[in-house]
């Protein structure tokens, strides 16, 4: 059961995971030298999000796209991995890709980050893997935290973009030429100033635990582990 109602927000940017979309998403993190480092770090980076947050046994992930986290998860050998995404294509392309041995370690389910379908407090931690960048409202980055914060009993991790680093300021002279040329109204990948995103945790209800960062002051990703504030 989620919450007491169903949320309205539907990003305009949902309905493009598709089985195709899916199927290449699935394969895109592995293409080429820089992708594979890049996964190799943000899977590290996940890895020791993981320890900090204590090493916790039932882990809700949330959104799972193709299971490219699966295998970090499935480490611990007694979690249990409930994997959810919004996108039907999305599981079914991450049961088919994934190892045997993996899936046999997941339960799927298909909801939405900002209404899940789970129980007040039914898992030990949130893990949100490259989400929160897409969410460009402050009201909709909070709905979502809320919800994490209700169904997890200890902690919450997520990835996000960060101002104040070198990619951070080249991507915004990009984005700045690209508005002059195509008039361009809507992004759907949106670069937070720490100090707003730490603001939004509190009101959300979490302390911050930890931050770890993809490579600091080049990089835009950084990892956040929250533990709910019970005060």
């Known amino acids: 059961m989620s919450g007491t109602t169903p949320s309205p927000i539907e990003l ?6 598709d089985l195709d979309h899916a199927t290449r998403y699935a394969h895109k993190h592995g293409d080429g030298l820089a992708r594979r480092l890049s996964n190799w770090r943000d899977q590290h980076l996940a890895r020791r999000a993981l320890q900090i947050a204590g090493a916790p046994t039932l882990v809700l992930d949330l959104p799972c796209g193709a299971g490219r986290f699966w295998p970090v998860l499935a480490e611990h050998p007694s979690r249990v991995i409930v994997a959810a995404d919004s996108s039907t294509d999305m599981l079914q392309v991450a049961t088919t890709t994934q190892p045997p041995e993996i899936i046999a370690r997941v339960r799927t389910l298909r909801t939405s980050a900002f209404d899940i379908d789970l129980p007040d407090r039914s898992v030990d931690c949130v893990f949100s893997m490259r989400l929160l960048h897409h969410i460009g409202e402050a009201q909709h980055r909070l709905a979502m935290l809320r919800e994490f914060h209700r ?3 200890d902690s919450v991790i997520v990835s996000l973009w960060l101002d104040g680093n070198y990619k951070a300021w080249k991507r915004k002279r990009l984005e700045q030429d690209r508005s ?8 759907n990948r949106h670069v937070l100033p720490a100090a707003q995103v730490e603001k939004e945790f509190t009101q959300a209800g979490f302390k911050i635990t930890s931050r770890l960062d993809f490579l600091p002051f080049y990089a835009m990703w950084r990892v956040y582990v929250l533990s709910k504030d019970e005060a």
Not at 12 to 17: A, H, I, L, N, R
Not at 180 to 187: M, P
């Open 12 to 17: 305009p940017f949902s309905g493009k995971y």
């Open 151 to 153: 169904v997890s009993r």
């Open 180 to 187: 002059r040329v195509e008039h361009r109204q809507y992004q």
